[in-house]
């Protein structure tokens, strides 16, 4: 059995296998869902890791010896499985590690209409059943497993969503880094049953490889863009993209090379829901810009704060009815796909909001740019309650200066933020920050991280 200490996160479980997590933590696994979910069927899918298929499987024996049905959609990305979780109106479990290095596996898990299982949600009470290890199987009651492919039916729906067969043409180059990209994006722009679309397709790393010969799937580090950066400007091309190894998330690269926020993504799409759904809802977690929240108002919509994590993004959407939801991560949701995330269906928002109109990437996005951002920077500490509570003390009383704690500790004033967060698995502290301008945020940046590495 697998170290599950290490392995149940707060959202999902991941480890390394097989030390932390192994075929017979899948399989318990699986039992312990079915028992959590009162599921008589599930459906799963995995990554191209090479533990991704023996894992699912193994997943799915647990599952069936508890009497629930399997349907097993083979190779697919995170999107995919929410798709058929959504569609199929079942519980699902997605086998994958998503952008973390090839020595790592991982299981993502469902309720019925892709609705999350967290820590707060299922997670901890399956984690308790496995420890406990009492889930013998059912007599006469083992369930079948049935193979579907569901690729197919995955994009015909995304394509439906988003129109792109009136755009003008673009050159796209997709970086997949050698992840479930190179498996979905050519089924979903490029599958000849489907209607052609004016996008030349420039590839890069499409060969499904776990063991990431080029780069990590992890477009969220700079040196991961890289190569695509390079290529959107060899080609001539008119945007690059950049997805995870399990294609749930989506980076955008402008025709100069540029990497672009994913705050300024959020913005983007949400001005274009908000013209489908006028005053509606959009969720933004704490750590997107402060233009987010000012763009959806000036288009009439009404801003959503959460806090940092699918969870409670998805929870939020569903308790106020929002049509779409962005994180700092590049983590989008939208209401018409199960309030679940999708990189496919973000990028597609993209690609038709550049193609319906003539201006270049960089052009159109200038508008949703205003402020200066750090980035998130990462200290590792050994007391994080101490260290918040020192730069809590410094900013608290100072002249226009507002506090909360919705996520960690966020700091605010009329020219500039900055939140404070603890990572849920390492002694870091995860700082971001924001300023009207190169000078403020630098400044702000410093002094907060002079706190918390105690160089003061």
Known sequence: MGDLAKIFKAYDIRGVVPDELDEETAEAVGAAFVRVTSATAIVTAHDMRASSGPLSAAFARGATTQGADVIEAGLGSTDMLYYASGSLDLP???FTASHNPARYNGIKLCRAGAAPVGRDSGLTE????VEAGTLAPIPGAGGSLTGRDL???????LRR?????????LKVVVDAGNGMGGHTVPAVLGDAKLPALPLDIVPLYFELDGTFPNHEANPIEPANLRDLQAAVVEHQADIGIAFDGDADRCWIIDERGTSVAPSTITALVAVRELAKHPGAAVIHNLITSRYVPEIIESHGGTPIRTRVGHSFIKEKMAETGAVFGGEHSAHYYFTDFWRADTGMLAAMHVLAALGGQPRRLSDLLAEYSRYVASGEINSEVADQDAATAAVRAAFDGRPGVTIDELDGLTVGHANWWFNLRPSNTEPLLRLNAEAVDEQTMAKVRDEVLALVRKEV
């Open 92 to 94: 699902g479990a997605m």
């Open 126 to 129: 399956i984690r308790r059943l």
């Open 151 to 157: 690729l197919a039916d995955y994009a015909a729906h």
């Open 161 to 169: 969503l988003v129109d792109l067969s009136g755009i003008r043409p």
